[in-house]
């Protein structure tokens, strides 16, 4: 039997378009002689739509998208992920997540997804109502079982029980002879090898071969990886689709394939891959075709930087290097020198003067005082005045530089640095920022050496050094993915061997600084905990623990 896996990149909300994306795959995997075509979670209507679909018009719209296809449907089935109404007698949630089976013209089944994710950065108990019982449909003489992502997700792969049912169990117990599995699951480092094992433990629950359909491409702050696969009935994985791209593919899932060798997690590759996914999406489908950035001879900005140039090109990117009293020459000379190895556009606009005329303007109101942070964030605010000038004149969506790290304790400037309409890397510690820099080094000079070598520095006043006031960088992180990605409280973080005083401070700047991050731009998700949609904190508070 040969099924075909359209691995689709669908826009939220354009109907015309995915349909036309969806019957575009549906007959490039005819000519490839597939006999079933199976297309990932809600890639008619583009997943999440969240709020949208209670906007009147959203569901009935993509019903009529969902009618069109239909239409074009041959005898060759389509499994294509769909919205639709709830119309349960029962009280309930007014909308399903739902796999629609097409064929001969028609829409012959309709199955619901039965669990629905209201965890991290899923909120599907808003909108949808469960489905009330699982079974499998009967084609060809095959009884074929129809889950849609979550649904394959057992306790054992979930931080506790969270369901009554088990769709997978359900359905075998009907006995099936394939089980098709159509997912938007988003990526996050080291999600494809758990995802793998899922779908393993699925295949040898069932006792039938999983086809594993995963969407693609970059929604706001989430990455979808692809990764599409077929699992034999003992967990092995046969046919495994590339990551990070749109593809068609055919497989005979009745072949004796050999089983494919574990997947290698490669971080820097695989971030690398992900951010310049998630930018070029957010870039296209917001509207945008170029960015800007400021580049300050830093880092992070060179990572900024190189992201965009990849997913863009070099002629959509343009900086900024804006020196002032305390800039190095070395920082804008690396800036320029970042710019030439990415063949960008970078302009040096000083802002000594501008500084000096905003100090002199306020000096009436601050007299007596000492300068402090206070003259540091006019700095910053100068710069983040003159990147939106740039955004504004040149419609160029203004792209923030900052890294988790600083985000998780305030060391950025609100309307300053955190200036922009996607902070590109706000979901990766500054250690990561480094790993991912010299793997890009591995082959020629793309960020400066003397970047990546230099210690960190904001350079708003003499000297200065990003060690001045944050621990070390290797501490710094160790201790954030243990407050934030794993939920540990001070005390328990201090038991694991890490001074008191350090853990303490760095707990208080974190929750301090909430409101910070609450006015911050997206940031594309890359890590099991990223600030945003997927950490939900209140800013009034006083627990700390």
């Not at 990526?187 to 086809?211: C, D, F, I, M, N």
């Not at 830093?298 to 990849?310: F, M, N, P, R, Y």
């Not at 700047?509 to 939900?536: H, I, Y």
Request: net charge negative; charged share 25%.
């Amino acid at each position: 039997m040969k099924i075909g896996i359209a691995q689709l990149n669908p826009v939220v909300g354009d109907f015309a378009g995915n349909a036309k994306k969806l019957l575009a795959a549906y007959r490039e995997c005819l000519d490839s002689g597939a006999e079933l075509v199976v297309a990932p979670e809600l890639s008619l209507a583009g997943y999440p739509p969240r709020d949208l679909v209670l906007k009147s018009q959203f569901v009935p719209k993509c019903l009529q998208a969902l009618d069109y296809l239909s239409g074009e449907i041959g005898a060759v089935p389509l499994v294509v992920g769909t919205l639709d109404f709830n119309d349960a007698e029962r009280p309930g949630k007014p909308f399903r997540n739902t796999a629609a089976w097409l064929e001969n013209g028609e829409i012959r089944h309709r199955c619901h997804k039965t669990l629905l994710p209201t965890y991290d950065v899923f909120d599907e108990a808003r909108y949808f109502a469960p489905a009330e019982h699982c079974e499998p449909v009967l084609w060809n003489g095959l009884r074929v079982g129809v889950t849609v992502c979550e649904d394959i997700w057992d306790e054992d792969f979930l931080e506790r029980p969270l369901y009554d049912r088990d769709p997978v169990r359900e359905l075998a117990s009907s006995g099936i002879d394939l089980l098709l599995n159509i997912s938007a699951s988003p990526y996050h480092l080291g999600k494809p090898a758990q995802r793998e094992a899922v779908l393993a433990s699925a295949a040898r629950k069932a006792r039938a071969t999983v086809v594993y359909a995963n969407a693609v491409g970059g929604q706001d702050q989430l990455v979808f990886d692809g990764r599409s696969q077929v699992v034999r009935p003992d967990g092995r994985v046969v046919a495994r689709m590339p990551a990070f791209g749109e593809a068609c593919a055919v497989f005979d899932c009745g072949a004796g394939s050999p089983a494919l060798p574990e997947a290698a997690e490669d971080a820097p590759a695989e971030l690398f891959a992900a951010l310049v996914l998630g930018l070029r999406d957010y870039v296209a489908k917001c509207g945008f075709t170029s960015v800007c950035l400021g580049l300050s001879g830093g880092i992070d900005s060179a990572l900024t930087a190189a992201v965009a140039v990849e997913a863009l090109g070099a002629e959509n990117v343009r900086g900024l290097t804006m020196p002032a009293p305390y800039s190095s020459r070395g920082s804008i000379d690396d800036s320029l020198a970042l710019a030439k190895n990415l063949g960008m556009r970078c302009d040096e606009v000083r802002i000594t003067a501008a500084f000096e005329e905003v100090k002199q303007t306020m000096a009436p109101v601050f007299k007596g005082m000492d300068e402090d942070v206070t003259e540091e964030n006019m700095q910053a605010r100068i710069r983040g005045l003159l990147l939106m000038a740039l955004s504004n004149k040149e419609n160029r969506l203004l792209l923030t530089t900052g890294n988790k790290s600083e985000l998780a304790v305030g060391y950025c400037t609100i309307y300053g640095d955190m200036c922009g309409g996607l902070a590109v890397i706000s979901d990766l510690p500054k250690t990561r920022v480094y790993q991912i820099c010299r793997w890009l080094n591995r082959d020629r000079e793309v960020i400066p050496w003397n970047t990546i070598e230099k210690p960190p520095s904001a350079e708003l006043r003499p000297d200065q050094k990003d060690q001045d006031t944050l621990p070390d960088y290797d501490v710094l992180d160790a201790i954030l993915e243990l407050y934030i990605e794993n939920h540990l409280s001070t005390d328990e973080i201090i038991e694991r061997g890490h001074d008191e005083a350090m853990v303490r401070w760095i707990q208080r700047r974190v929750d301090f600084n909430e409101w910070k991050r609450q006015q911050a731009a997206p940031g594309l998700r890359v890590t099991s905990k990223a600030f945003g949609m997927g950490r939900r904190m209140p800013i009034a508070q006083r627990f700390s623990g």
